[in-house]
């Protein structure tokens, strides 16, 4: 069985490997195209979703690489 995250270590090796502004940043930026989603039909929602959560895991992919 594996540990749970330690959202403290995370937090210290972001602030030596990677700019957590630029980070916060980009999560912003995917989570603002869910902004989109009262002007368009339902049956879109799908394709936005889909598209924020593959930014979000290649955002999150980087910071694995880091």
Sequence with gaps: ???APN?????G???????TDDVEAEV???LGSLEALPE???TDHV????GVQQRLSE???DVDDA
Excluded: C, N
Excluded at 7 to 11: Q, T
Excluded at 47 to 50: D, K, L, N, T
């Design 28 to 30: 912003e930026a995917a």
């Design 7 to 11: 959202p403290a270590a995370l937090a």
């Design 40 to 42: 368009l039909a339902v």
């Design 59 to 61: 955002i999150l992919s």
């Design 1 to 3: 069985m594996s540990e």
């Design 13 to 19: 090796r972001l602030s030596t490997s990677i700019d």
């Design 47 to 50: 394709a936005v979703f889909e």
